[in-house]
């Protein structure tokens, strides 16, 4: 199916008012984030537009396109021209579809060039996608699609994330579903226009307003839609990039998902875009398929989470490093790393480690190159920005000395100041002179350096995806055998945390009270089922179920989650060999 083009729409040429639809900064810290230079008034689009100028014939993306049926397509390598054309190719595929500048469209695929050429052309329209992850699956889709009434969902060929589309139109009926990857496809690239297509307005989107949605990791019920703008994410991409030195001769693995703030931003993809490097995609960070990668592509830097880590550090495609290795640099965030584990990245990977301790509401903390080793193995970094306020509470919201632990508190030019279409929550979650409340306990050093030392929010950090408790203990709550649930991380070799929910029966009126509990691991299967029909995220199904009489609670009648940790870990010792976490992405866009 050929598309025709079409005419070029006025729409795109956005300059004017957009009705702003987040909590802005207050005027004089907006201000003084461009008086210092940090927010530029450059759109993605013209980000995009000059990079091409700057780094025309180069190499930009490299890696198997999406092909029909989801299944990996062609080898492609783009130019930086090539990759602005096909930015403008999609933009005005979009628009002859009926997109507009300013319409939130649900981007749902796995790591491919594609990821990027259509995210940039969504940017180049001036609409606002939703920043899905490929694990993402109906209930976390349906929940974007509705709360933001999206206009439409971008996703892959594969059958299950056809199926996932169409659940989602069925719970929003509004949205388009569009198809990349296949000849056949409902959004296939203008690819023989496209050079005609560079003729689109380049400056599109006002820098101000919302770019794109991150997604929060959340700690409640409902997945949170984090608005960034052009300023202040390009503002958060230039200075990451520059931090960690990134240059035209940078060769960047996207091994984790794509769109993942980490991988995408912390320098990420588009950081060494706007160096002028080379990013390679690769479906997932099984090491395997990395290492080829490495080897065909001459990369030098990958972000990894900690149980990939592990992974690549027991890989014999890694271990012994070799010498002829072109990796110089292995950045690892998301989730804690132990610094035992940390130590071994230069001798067994020979690459340097680079913590990253981030989050996609903004704040991002690095180590910097050339630090001691103490800072490199045992600190996770600190701000990107001299403009990065950071707090350190009690309980009470009173500052804490360096070295003891506190909930971290942060505001600054690319921390967001609340969620989109959140009142109540964002009553919550910042503070009323507009810190953001990460969750996160952490202690500062005196030299500014911050240690992540545990969690205050009620999230479940599995292997860095992450996990709010209380979705999937109200989701739990529909099951008929179901009468109160929790929703609890246990400590877990190679991921971090598993989860683990306690169940307390509900128990049949007719019964009297001796009824046999049930047997949990009958009910692991069953509970597994029931939240993947509801179409939760694998990664969010319980890994282990208990069953209790009735659930601990606190004398404030709360649940008693530490009595509950503390009742079920350790878990059993783990065979490493046999739950090594699968990492190959099995995820269906
Ligand atoms: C990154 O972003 P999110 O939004 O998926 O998760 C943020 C949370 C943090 O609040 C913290 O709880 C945890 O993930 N986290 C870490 C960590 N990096 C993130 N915990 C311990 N050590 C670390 N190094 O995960 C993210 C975003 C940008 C860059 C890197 C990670």
């Known amino acids: 199916?050929?598309?025709?083009?079409?005419?070029?729409?006025?729409?795109?040429?956005?300059?004017?008012?957009?009705?702003?639809?987040?909590?802005?900064?207050?005027?004089?810290?907006?201000?003084?984030?461009?008086?210092?230079?940090?927010?530029?008034?450059?759109?993605?689009?013209?980000?995009l537009r000059a990079l091409a100028g700057q780094f025309g014939s180069r190499t930009a993306l490299v890696g198997n396109a999406l092909g029909p049926g989801?299944?990996?397509?062609?080898?492609?390598?783009?130019?930086?021209?090539?990759?602005?054309?096909?930015?403008?190719?999609?933009?005005?595929?979009?628009?002859?579809?009926?997109?507009?500048?300013?319409?939130?469209?649900?981007?749902?695929?796995?790591?491919?060039?594609?990821?990027?050429?259509?995210?940039?052309?969504?940017?180049?329209?001036?609409?606002?996608?939703?920043?899905?992850?490929?694990?993402?699956?109906?209930?976390?889709?349906?929940?974007?699609?509705?709360?933001?009434?999206?206009?439409?969902?971008?996703?892959?060929?594969?059958?299950?994330?056809?199926?996932?589309?169409?659940?989602?139109?069925?719970?929003?009926?509004?949205?388009?579903?569009?198809?990349?990857?296949?000849?056949?496809?409902?959004?296939?690239?203008?690819?023989?226009?496209?050079?005609?297509w560079t003729e689109l307005p380049a400056r599109t989107g006002v820098a101000s307003d919302v770019a794109l949605y991150q997604l929060s990791g959340g700690s409640t019920g409902t997945p949170k839609l984090i608005p960034r703008t052009h300023d202040d994410y390009l503002y958060s991409i230039r200075a990451s990039g520059e931090l960690c030195g990134l240059t035209p001769d940078t060769v960047f693995l996207a091994a984790l998902p794509a769109t993942h703030n980490f991988t995408l931003t912390s320098p990420g993809a588009f950081g060494t875009l706007h160096a002028g490097g080379t990013v390679v995609t690769a479906p997932g960070p099984a090491p395997d398929v990395c290492a080829a990668l490495i080897e065909r592509c001459g990369v030098t830097h990958v972000a990894l989470v900690p149980s990939a880590l592990l992974l690549w550090l027991r890989a014999p495609q890694f271990t012994p490093a070799r010498p002829e290795s072109t990796l110089r640099v292995v950045q690892v965030g998301g989730a804690p790393l132990a610094p035992d584990v940390a130590r071994q990245v230069p001798e067994r990977l020979g690459a340097a480690l680079q913590q990253v301790f981030g989050m996609a509401e903004g704040l991002v903390n690095y180590v910097r190159s050339g630090s001691s080793d103490d800072v490199t193995y045992g600190t996770q970094g600190r701000p990107?920005?001299?403009?990065?306020?950071?707090?350190?509470?009690?309980?009470?919201?009173?500052?804490?000395?360096?070295?003891?632990?506190?909930?971290?508190?942060?505001?600054?030019?690319?921390?967001?100041?609340?969620?989109?279409?959140?009142?109540?929550?964002?009553?919550?979650?910042?503070?009323?002179?507009?810190?953001?409340?990460?969750?996160?306990?952490?202690?500062?050093?005196?030299?500014?350096?911050?240690?992540?030392?545990?969690?205050?929010?009620?999230?479940?950090?599995?292997?860095?995806?992450?996990?709010?408790a209380e979705e999937i203990e109200h989701a739990l709550l529909g099951h008929p055998r179901v009468f109160q649930a929790a929703l609890i991380g246990l400590p877990d070799p190679w991921l971090g945390e598993?989860?683990?929910?306690?169940?307390?029966?509900?128990?049949?009126?007719?019964?009297?009270?001796?009824?046999?509990?049930?047997?949990?691991?009958?009910?692991?299967?069953?509970?597994?089922?029931?939240?993947?029909?509801?179409?939760?995220?694998?990664?969010k199904l319980p890994d282990r179920v208990e069953v209790l009489p009735t659930l601990p609670r606190t004398p404030f009648g709360k649940l008693d989650k530490p009595a509950l940790r503390a009742r079920y870990a350790p878990t059993p010792a783990l065979s490493p060999a046999q739950d090594a976490p699968d990492l190959t992405d099995r995820s269906p866009a």
């Open 1 to 47: 199916m050929t598309v025709p083009p079409a005419p070029i729409p006025d729409v795109l040429i956005t300059e004017g008012p957009v009705p702003a639809e987040f909590t802005p900064w207050p005027p004089g810290l907006a201000r003084a984030y461009r008086a210092a230079g940090y927010w530029r008034g450059e759109p993605f689009s013209a980000w």
């Open 498 to 539: 598993r989860t683990c929910a306690v169940v307390q029966p509900r128990v049949d009126p007719d019964q009297h009270a001796s009824q046999p509990l049930p047997d949990a691991r009958a009910l692991t299967l069953d509970l597994r089922r029931y939240l993947l029909e509801r179409g939760f995220a694998p990664f």
């Open 384 to 468: 990107i920005s001299p403009h990065d306020e950071i707090l350190i509470v009690d309980d009470e919201d009173r500052p804490v000395p360096d070295g003891t632990p506190g909930h971290l508190l942060t505001r600054g030019p690319y921390t967001i100041r609340g969620y989109f279409r959140a009142p109540e929550h964002n009553a919550r979650a910042f503070t009323p002179d507009g810190y953001y409340r990460t969750g996160d306990i952490v202690t500062r050093r005196p030299d500014g350096h911050l240690i992540v030392q545990g969690r205050h929010k009620d999230q479940i950090n599995r292997g860095g995806e992450k996990i709010a």
């Open 70 to 196: 989801g299944q990996p397509g062609a080898w492609v390598t783009r130019t930086y021209a090539e990759l602005d054309a096909a930015a403008s190719g999609y933009a005005a595929a979009l628009a002859a579809r009926g997109l507009h500048a300013g319409d939130r469209v649900i981007l749902h695929l796995p790591n491919s060039p594609d990821v990027f050429e259509v995210l940039l052309g969504l940017l180049r329209l001036g609409a606002r996608p939703i920043l899905a992850l490929a694990a993402h699956r109906a209930a976390e889709l349906t929940a974007f699609a509705t709360q933001a009434q999206v206009r439409a969902l971008i996703t892959g060929g594969h059958p299950d994330a056809q199926r996932v589309a169409r659940a989602v139109q069925a719970a929003w009926p509004d949205t388009l579903v569009l198809t990349v990857g296949d000849p056949e496809a409902s959004l296939p690239l203008l690819a023989a226009d496209a050079a005609a």
